[in-house]
């Protein structure tokens, strides 16, 4: 035999379980001549594997009374209807109340006595439901007798007579507060350690507020690394101004080379030529002096040696006054000083 599971109508009533608690407001009525205040406490639970909800269910009026009632939701798959049987501390009867949902509200309803009685559950407030109680004589004028709001976790305060019987007994307790009360060993220890704790306090307080010498070692130490981050900061700056410089300078850096460039090609085109005139010029005195026409002195010579001795130019061929033969003749040496000595150098090479 398989086994049956809940389906989604059981799953429904799980909105009831869970600890609920809120105030409410009981209106005049045959239960109560006057409207009173209350506050009310439920504990839902999942039993017989899902198919009920059990809920406990405990009021306490302002005047310590005090109501008790118990619950068990079903749904009847036959008739397709939802049920709550219902015991309470009055002692009467069990009640069957049967409805359905609508717009997220559970509503049932049941005969009592001569009348009708309503309940109503609405899951649209936050965190929990709200709960109210109608009656009616011919079950269409309904008078509303019971409104609360029952929210989840949500502890109910202590009740009147839960004050009143503390004062009794804190009243009844004059020779208790007599006599001496001796302090328990726990409260005792505790006691000592938040002592020892307020002197270590102050002693640190006491520390923090001397102030400290350092050595010298210490400061130095200070010195050199605040010098080391000093130097870090300067070359990270020189970095990022780097980075941050214009393209302008390496435009320029190049136009520099460029001109640089072109002045060493027209030195050495200048020297090439200087050179060249040089050349020249020798060639052209050295011209001058083998015709006999120039008589100044100049450098090394720029033709060979040959046997060691320095090849001479011509000597001039024209005649002197007082010579009275023919053909060459050497010069003398007061009136030709200049040639003679311009062959001494010659011949020694300067």
Known sequence: MQTPEPVREHRVLEKLAGHFAGPEKMHPSYWNAEPKNAEAVTDGRVA?????????????????????????????????????????????????????FSDNRL?????????????????NLDRGYRFTLDTSDDGERWNLVLEGDNIAGRKAPAGKATARKKKAVAGSGTARKAAPKKAAPKKKATARKTAARKTAARKTAARKA??????????????TAARRVAKKKTATRKVAAKKAAPKKTAKKASGRRKVAAKKTAAGKKTASTKKATAKKTVATIEKQRRQGKASRKIGKKSHPRGDGAA???????????GAAHKGPRMPTLKSTSTRVGWHKTAAKGR
């Open 210 to 223: 001397t102030p400290k010498k350092t050595s010298p070692k210490r400061k130095a130490a200070a010195k």
């Open 48 to 100: 017989l594997d899902g198919f009920a909800v059990v809920q406990d269910y405990e009021q306490r009026l302002e005047d310590g009374t005090r109501f008790a009632g118990h619950g068990v939701f079903r749904y009847d798959m036959t008739s397709e209807t939802y049920e709550m049987h219902w015991f309470d501390s009055t002692g009467g009867p069990e009640r069957v109340f049967r409805g359905g």
């Open 107 to 123: 509503v049932l309803t049941a005969r009592a006595g001569e009348g009708w009685q309503r309940l109503t559950y609405d899951f």
């Open 311 to 321: 090849a001479r130019a011509p000597v001039s061929q024209k005649r002197t006054k």
